[in-house]
């Protein structure tokens, strides 16, 4: 579905299938893939279902709303105004699912990761953390460098009309002014030249 992607509200599994079929469509075989903003792991089960030759790794901070950039509560975006709880069942489920699919987690910062990671290392890395313009112009800048000459940088809600996401398209139009490839749930795409 390169080049245009569907504008129906879908949720859950459904949502998470369709990014995940998005992604495997770009991944190589047996390639390293790299989401940040993963909550339960959901696209990540997902992406294996499909594609079981994929090394997987996580990155979340798990951080309830008390302890979220303003900027992303700003948004009013569902995931920047969790409860404590429902962080701790989050990350809970996440790691659950990691250890039964030998997924591996980064309990950090977007940035914090990033700091972490050689540059070239992942085929792929797909961006849905904080959906504010700065936290996805932040993600960009901090995670291009880290996808292979080839490989792809992604992301989700672009294009979305509801107006929590509007970051989103302006920080990944700034990078890529020439546009983007645009496929199921409002996912995003881009080769990094090589």
Known sequence: MSGKYANQP???GAAARQRATALCKR???????????TMTGNMAIEAKALRPDLRWTMV???????????????????NALKNSQLCANHRMQAYQRAAEREFSI???????????VKDQSYDLVFIDADHSYEGVNEDIRAW???VKPGGWIGGHDYGNIDPRFGGVDRAVDEYYPGGVE?????????RIGG
């Open 10 to 12: 879908v949720r859950g």
């Open 27 to 37: 991944a190589p075989k047996s390639g390293k893939v790299l989401e940040i903003g």
């Open 60 to 78: 979340d901070s798990w951080l309830p709303q008390a302890q979220q950039p303003q900027r992303y509560i700003d948004t009013k975006d569902d």
């Open 106 to 116: 980064l309990n950090m910062s977007s940035l914090e990761a990033a700091a972490l």
């Open 144 to 146: 291009r460098s880290k």
């Open 182 to 190: 645009k496929d199921q749930n409002y996912t995003w795409w881009a």
